[in-house]
Every structure is written in structure tokens, then in C-alpha cells.
């Protein structure tokens, strides 16, 4: 079974300060994808990043960047320069390779504070 | 624009009744799933679909059925046997096998009298 633990259910942040959002998953693929959905207020869930197991490099997108540490399977989310915009739940979510669905942790929800 | 549609955005319904949740794609993608989400669940696999005319039971099919006829087409309907319906319901899709990015319909918001 595949399964995605997300131990913080909340944080907040000061405003332009950075934060790290733990996720940790099992699976037995070898190969596999792993990726952060943003859900804001609107409820339109958005995706943040994306990491492909057999890359080594760690994903970065603007300020969203991830930490993949496959043997620890581990895949943190950190936010840099955070801004009010950013408060939302994030969703971690694991799915081996091909159309199979997603398996999603439990959300954390992050306050940006001014 | 290319995207996910879900009809409608709030729905209200009697207990006994069943009620069909619409979601369409127009990014010529072959997957599409339904999802359920209650606060502190994150979000449930319901029903997913991979081809026209073939879906497969998620974590919690129970209550509900959905139909693939159209490959851009992927009802859901809330039968009465559901015996907690009241959630958020997001519709997604997903393109092929090398690359499994969902993307998600605004979702509807299901509510129970």
C-alpha cells in the first residue's frame, strides 16, 4: 500500500521569512512521482511542484523549491520570501508512474502573516 | 481555454434522492477521477477511469457510480445509498503514462438537507 503522511496539519509564517512543509511517503515502486498541490480559499487546487523519483536534482520553481530524499523518503516543500498570496492548504501527493491516481496526504494548512 | 469544468458549483439535495455531479475536460486527456474531501481527510479517491467505457472502484465507491462514454465526460452520481454525502467533490484528469500531473475542475460543493 502507498500512503503519504503529512505531520503538520498547521503553520504560519511571517510574511518574507521562509518555511518548510514536511511530507513523508511510502511506496514500493521504484519509480514514481511525487508532487505539492496548493489549495487556496477558492478551493482550486493548483500544482506547485513536481519531482520525478529517478532524478536526483531537487525540483525548484521560484521561490517553491523541494528537499527529495528518496532513501529517507522524505519530500519537503520550502516557500522563500513568503508572501500573503501563499496562505493556503498544501496538499503532498505520491502516484506511481502512468494514469493512476494520486495518493494524497492530509494537507497542512499555512498562514502567511503580515 | 483547455481545462476542467464541474457543474454546478453549490448543490443541494433531499435525503432519498439521487443527485448527478457533471465534470467535463477538454484537454483531450485519457484518465479522469473523482474525489471527495472533508475537512481533516485530505482528499478521497471515489471512482477513477483510465479509458472511455472503463472505470474502476476507488477508496470509497460505496453509494456512488459514475459512467465514461465520452472521453471527455466523467459523471458522478450520488445514489441514496451514500449515507454521509454532504462534501466537496473534485473532478480531475491526467494525460498519459509518462507524465501524471492531474489537473483539477473548481469543484462542487454538495450539501444535504
Known amino acids: 500500500a502507498q500512503t503519504v503522511t503529512q505531520s503538520q496539519p498547521e503553520m504560519s509564517v511571517q510574511e518574507a521569512e521562509t518555511v518548510t512543509l514536511s511530507c513523508t511517503y511510502d511506496?514500493?515502486?521504484?519509480?514514481?512521482?511525487l508532487f505539492w498541490y496548493k489549495q487556496p480559499p477558492s478551493r482550486q487546487m493548483i500544482l506547485v511542484i513536481r519531482?520525478?523519483?529517478?532524478?536526483?536534482q531537487n525540483a525548484t520553481e521560484n521561490r517553491f523549491s523541494v528537499n527529495f530524499q528518496k532513501a529517507a523518503k522524505s519530500f519537503s516543500l520550502k516557500i522563500s520570501d513568503s508572501q500573503l498570496g501563499d496562505t493556503a492548504m498544501y496538499f503532498c501527493?505520491?502516484?506511481?508512474?502512468?494514469?493512476?491516481?494520486?495518493?494524497f496526504g492530509k494537507g497542512t494548512r499555512l498562514s502567511v502573516i503580515a | 481555454d483547455g481545462g476542467i469544468t464541474q457543474s454546478p458549483k453549490y448543490l443541494f439535495r433531499k435525503e432519498g434522492q439521487n443527485v448527478t455531479l457533471s465534470c467535463e475536460q477538454n484537454?483531450?486527456?485519457?484518465?479522469m477521477y473523482w474525489y471527495r474531501q472533508d475537512p481533516g481527510q485530505g482528499l478521497r479517491l471515489i471512482y477513477y477511469?483510465?479509458?472511455?467505457?472503463?472505470?474502476q472502484k476507488g477508496d470509497i465507491a460505496e453509494g456512488y457510480s459514475v459512467s465514461r462514454e465520452k472521453k471527455e465526460s466523467f459523471p458522478l452520481t450520488v445514489t441514496s445509498a451514500q449515507k454521509n454525502p454532504t462534501a466537496f467533490y473534485l473532478c480531475?484528469?491526467?494525460?498519459?503514462?509518462?507524465?501524471?500531473?492531474?489537473?483539477f475542475g473548481p469543484g462542487t460543493r454538495l450539501t444535504v438537507l
Open positions: 480531475a484528469s491526467s494525460q498519459g503514462p509518462t507524465y501524471n500531473e492531474q489537473f
Open positions: 511506496t514500493s515502486e521504484s519509480n514514481y512521482y
Open positions: 519531482q520525478e523519483a529517478y532524478k536526483q
Open positions: 501527493a505520491l502516484s506511481p508512474s502512468g494514469n493512476t491516481p494520486l495518493v
Open positions: 484537454l483531450n486527456h485519457d484518465a
Open positions: 477511469s483510465q479509458i472511455v467505457n472503463d472505470f
